[in-house]
């Protein structure tokens, strides 16, 4: 079997778990939203602002988080007071559905509502990887500058919602939103943009009632097939699941690809309880 044909296996069987993965909680009726940045975004403190807002609010919501190494993260989560557990990947550049579903076993609490997956922070692996989300949402900080979505038109090509942080200091950083705004519809015409900062709270009830919505149907916006880059090489030659070419027939949830199972029936409000 030539490299080709194994990475593509590879996606094939992620891709594969992923769809029972979301056909599961989705009859439980949870929701699992999938937040993708690069290294610094401000993730983390952003994602637990909206898990204490939610425990504050009296919603059942709990969290993954991914990292190469310590637990650092969970810890922080931890303080919401939302059940969470830290996943380390041991060097690989993004999670995938087994890890997902094996952490969930037995562990997810009863009449979680919904589950936030932190992944790995890269632009680059995680955006090829359906975790059966319902929900994929790009953050990026004002200091990562704005060609950020031409330059990874995979992942912000693939996002149900698109999230600045940080934008406290986009003044300080000479951050210019209209030409962002410009370079993520280029990528994803229609996809909403919002604003938030973690320390003043600004778009953290705007994240967590999206969430919310996708346990009751599709995300509002569905976005068109992403571009796909040409393939990138990590260094991990022997492990083809360190590789990932991001053949377009394996597109991303919401990407419209008929062949991964998906759209309209990959977010089919049919197939996901009511709230």
């Known amino acids: 079997m030539c490299r080709s044909d194994v990475k593509q296996a590879v996606l094939a069987k992620n891709d594969d778990l992923a769809a029972c993965l979301r056909s599961d909680l989705a009859r439980q009726g949870i929701a699992v939203v999938n937040l993708l940045s690069s290294p610094g975004s401000g993730k983390t403190e952003l994602l637990g602002r909206v898990l204490a807002h939610a425990v504050e609010r009296g919603v059942s919501v709990a969290a993954l988080t991914a990292d190469l190494a310590t637990e650092n993260d969970a810890?922080?989560?931890?303080?919401?007071?939302?059940?969470?557990?830290?996943?380390?990947?041991?060097?690989?550049?993004?999670?995938?559905?087994?890890?997902?579903r094996s952490r969930l076993e037995g562990w997810l609490p009863d009449g979680t509502g919904v589950l936030f997956v932190e992944n790995v922070g890269n632009l680059v692996c995680p955006a090829s990887y359906d975790l059966g989300e319902t929900l994929r949402i790009v953050l990026?900080?004002?200091?990562?500058?704005?060609?950020?979505?031409?330059?990874?038109?995979?992942?912000?090509?693939?996002?149900?919602?698109?999230?600045?942080?940080?934008?406290?200091l986009a003044e300080a950083a000479g951050f210019d939103e209209g030409?962002?705004?410009?370079?993520?519809?280029?990528?994803?015409?229609?996809?909403?943009?919002v604003r938030s900062c973690a320390r003043t709270g600004d778009g953290v009830d705007t994240l967590l009632e999206r969430a919310l919505a996708a346990r009751t149907g599709a995300p509002p916006h569905r976005p068109p097939l992403a571009p796909h880059p040409h393939g990138h090489h990590h260094g991990h030659d022997d492990d083809p699941g360190h590789r990932h070419?991001?053949?377009?027939?394996?597109?991303?949830?919401?990407?419209?690809?008929?062949?991964?199972?998906?759209?309209?029936?990959?977010?089919?409000?049919?197939?996901?309880?009511?709230?």
Do not use: W
Not at 78 to 85: K, L, N, W
Not at 140 to 168: N, R
Not at 179 to 186: E, K, Q
């Open 245 to 275: 070419d991001h053949p377009a027939e394996h597109a991303h949830p919401g990407s419209g690809d008929p062949a991964r199972g998906d759209h309209p029936a990959h977010h089919d409000p049919a197939r996901t309880s009511a709230s």
């Open 179 to 193: 030409a962002f705004r410009a370079h993520v519809h280029r990528v994803n015409p229609g996809v909403e943009i």
């Open 75 to 100: 810890v922080r989560l931890a303080r919401s007071g939302a059940p969470v557990q830290q996943v380390l990947t041991d060097g690989l550049c993004h999670l995938e559905a087994r890890q997902v």
């Open 140 to 168: 990026m900080a004002v200091t990562e500058g704005e060609d950020k979505p031409l330059k990874y038109p995979t992942a912000f090509g693939s996002a149900h919602l698109v999230v600045i942080t940080k934008t406290d």
